[in-house]
């Protein structure tokens, strides 16, 4: 599981996890990925 890029789809799965550690890292991977959506929108 270490240093796997975390796609969307995987990030939203992983936002229901027990594992606070794995919900931070899945809701920045969501935040980065609209983060970089925006960017390239502009």
């Given amino acids: 599981m270490a ?3 975390l796609d969307i ?3 939203r799965r992983k936002l229901h ?3 606070i550690k794995t919900r931070k890292r ?3 991977a ?3 990925a609209k983060r970089q959506k ?5």
């Fill in 9 to 11: 789809a995987s990030a």
């Fill in 38 to 42: 925006q960017v390239k929108n502009k």
């Fill in 26 to 28: 899945a809701l920045r």
């Fill in 3 to 5: 240093g796997e890029k």
């Fill in 17 to 19: 996890s027990p594992n």
């Fill in 30 to 32: 969501i935040h980065d």
